[in-house]
């Protein structure tokens, strides 16, 4: 199993911009897809993005499809979450999330993730 700390959360107004980031320790980062879900308060967890293994393959919930861009850097075990153009809807807590790697149509079912972080708050103004 991998271990998963996200940090870069915070508070911005609409329009802004924040990265957040997701360090990886434990079994080999680079075997994993990686991903980021959002929960907002009183609502469920959500997909929001996904990336493969090697970072050809990715996929956007389309909610936030052309404002978020996904990455990673599998020599610093890191995956990155790039959120531009931030509106009030996107406020929730952030977690980052692995899987085993598996085609990218599973990437919104929260079940094939094994992997989660504690979340990182974002919290977007009006």
């Known amino acids: 199993q991998v271990q998963l700390v996200e940090s870069g959360g915070g508070l911005v107004q609409a329009g802004g911009s924040l990265r957040l980031s997701c360090a990886a320790t434990?079994?080999?980062?680079?075997?994993?897809?990686m991903g980021w879900f959002r929960q907002a308060p009183g609502k469920e967890r959500e997909f929001v993005t996904g990336i493969s293994w090697g970072g050809v393959s990715s996929r956007y919930a389309d909610s936030v499809k052309g404002r978020f861009t996904i990455s990673r850097d599998n020599a610093k075990n890191t995956v990155y979450l790039q959120m531009n153009s931030l509106k009030p809807e996107d406020t929730a807590v952030y977690y980052c999330?692995?899987?085993?790697?598996?085609?990218?149509?599973?990437?919104?079912?929260?079940?094939?993730?094994?992997?989660w972080g504690q979340g990182t708050q974002v919290t977007v103004s009006s």
């Open positions: 434990g079994r080999t980062f680079r075997s994993y897809a």
């Open positions: 999330a692995a899987m085993d790697e598996r085609d990218s149509y599973y990437y919104p079912d929260a079940r094939f993730w094994g992997s």
